[in-house]
C-alpha cells in the first residue's frame, strides 16, 4: 500500500539557520503530496501542497517540490523562526473505497528552533 | 474559515466504559474522518464517511465504530474502553469526494482511559 517515510526528530536548530525536513513516498498511481503543520495544542493544518511532478508549493517561506523521480517531496525553509517551532508531517492523498480522500501521513518531525 | 469543532479537550474514562467523541464541522464539507495520533506513530486513520449514514472502514477500526446520521456531526464511539485507546484523537473534514482537497482538522480530544 501507500505509504510516507519523513525523518524522525525532534530536529533542533537555531534561528536563521536552514531547514529541510526529508519526505519520501511509495504509491501505485500519482498522488498528491502535502505538507501539515501542527503547533502545541492544536490540530493539523495544511502548510502547503503539490499535485503533480515538478509542481513546487511554498507558503510562509516553506518551499517543497514535487519530485517523482526520487519519490520525495522533501520540506526547506532558508531562515527558520522560534515560531516555526511545532511538528511537521508529510503526507499523499489516496482514493479509499468510495472515493473520499483520506490522507496517508508520515510519523511526523518535530523541529525546535533556539532563539 | 472552515471550523470542526471535536466537543471536549481532555477525556478521562475508565476500562470497559462505553466513551462517545463527537465532531461538528460547519461548511457542509461531504467528507469526515477520525484519525488517531501517538507519539512514533503519526496519524492514522480509523474510520471515515463520505455521506450521511455512510461509513468505511480506515486501518485501525478495531474497537471502535461511527455514526454519521446528520451531515455536520461525526461520532467516533469506544464500546468498551481499553487502555490500548488512551490517545489523542483528530477529527477532519473535507468537501467533495475524489478531488484531493485539503483536510480541516479539530484541536483533537486527549483521552485517557484508566
Known amino acids: 500500500g501507500d505509504s510516507v517515510t519523513q525523518m524522525e526528530g525532534p530536529v533542533t536548530l537555531s534561528e536563521e539557520a536552514f531547514l529541510t525536513i526529508n519526505c519520501t513516498y511509495t504509491?501505485?498511481?500519482?498522488?498528491?503530496l502535502f505538507w501539515y503543520v501542527q503547533y502545541p495544542g492544536e490540530g493539523l493544518q495544511l502548510l502547503l501542497k503539490a499535485t503533480k511532478a515538478d509542481d513546487k508549493g511554498s507558503n510562509k517561506g516553506f518551499e517543497a517540490t514535487y519530485r517523482k523521480e526520487t519519490t520525495s517531496f522533501h520540506l526547506e525553509k532558508g531562515s527558520v523562526q522560534v515560531s516555526d517551532s511545532a511538528v511537521y508531517f508529510c503526507a499523499l492523498s489516496d482514493l479509499r473505497g468510495g472515493g473520499a480522500d483520506g490522507l496517508t501521513f508520515g510519523k511526523g518531525t518535530h523541529l525546535i528552533i533556539q532563539p | 474559515d472552515v471550523k470542526v469543532t471535536q466537543s471536549s479537550r481532555y477525556l478521562v474514562k475508565r476500562t470497559g466504559e462505553k466513551v462517545f467523541l463527537e465532531c461538528v464541522q460547519d461548511?457542509?464539507?461531504?467528507?469526515m474522518f477520525w484519525y488517531r495520533q501517538d507519539p512514533g506513530l503519526g496519524l492514522r486513520l480509523i474510520y471515515f464517511s463520505y455521506d450521511v449514514k455512510m461509513k468505511e472502514k480506515g486501518d485501525i477500526p478495531e474497537g471502535y465504530s461511527v455514526s454519521r446520521e446528520k451531515k455536520e456531526r461525526f461520532s467516533l464511539i469506544l464500546e468498551s474502553a481499553s487502555t490500548n485507546q488512551t490517545s489523542m484523537y483528530l477529527c477532519?473534514?473535507?468537501?467533495?469526494?475524489?478531488?484531493?482537497?485539503?483536510?480541516?482538522f479539530g484541536s483533537g480530544t486527549q483521552l485517557s482511559v484508566l
Open positions: 477532519a473534514s473535507s468537501k467533495v469526494r475524489g478531488t484531493n482537497e485539503k483536510l480541516f
Open positions: 461548511m457542509d464539507h461531504e467528507n
Open positions: 504509491a501505485t498511481g500519482y498522488p498528491s
